[in-house]
């Protein structure tokens, strides 16, 4: 009968270090989302399997290129997923099937190279915004099967809950991301 309590009270300190650990790092980290839709291909089709990074936007601000996932500011209980197009303080034009974006660093404008988009890919909408302090514009890799900033506005920067981290499933497509290079 020892053995038996001995054994009981191993597996409850297993599962309450367990749980010590888990919960942490499930809800202040790293969280998993699953891809719903097909706003974000050709980079992340319908079923994919993510893991979002929570904690870096804590202490950095979030990047141009960068895919988010967020609460969609009409119904927070819903998660969207998109990539960051414009900053705050940004002007973002789309026009004639490109984006451009006007800051500090560019005043008289500079069109958005989308390197991880299909070439042909044109993004529908004529659209002049400018991004308060908080605010940032984000779109769909799928622009012509997207529900984004064209259609609902700005995002604001509460809504954000972290950025792409890891794809971990299916196995064949696993990888680490980082946000590209313009």
Do not use: C
Not at 9 to 27: C, G, H, N, Q
Not at 102 to 116: A, F, I, W
């Amino acid at each position: 009968m020892r053995a038996f309590f001995s054994f009981v009270w191993e597996i409850i300190k297993v599962v309450i270090i367990s749980i010590l650990i888990v919960v942490p790092i499930r809800y202040f980290l790293i969280q998993p989302f699953f891809v719903k839709g097909m706003s974000m291909e050709p980079s992340f089709d319908d079923g994919q399997y993510l893991v979002i990074d929570e904690i870096s936007y804590r202490f950095e601000s979030p990047e141009r290129g960068e895919v988010i996932v967020f609460k969609y500011p009409n119904d927070p209980s819903q998660y969207y997923i998109k990539r960051l197009i414009g900053l705050p303080g940004e002007t973002v034009e789309i026009v004639g099937g490109g984006i451009i974006i006007y800051n500090n660093e560019h005043p008289d404008g500079r069109v958005l190279s989308e390197q991880y988009l299909p070439k042909d890919l044109k993004t529908i909408g004529n659209i002049k915004l400018t991004l308060k302090e908080s605010e940032y514009f984000v779109l769909g890799d799928n622009r012509g099967a997207s529900s984004d900033s064209r259609r609902w506005g700005p995002l604001d920067r509460d809504f954000i809950v972290g950025r792409v981290w890891l794809r971990v499933w299916p196995f064949n497509t696993a990888q680490v991301f980082a946000a590209p290079a313009y």
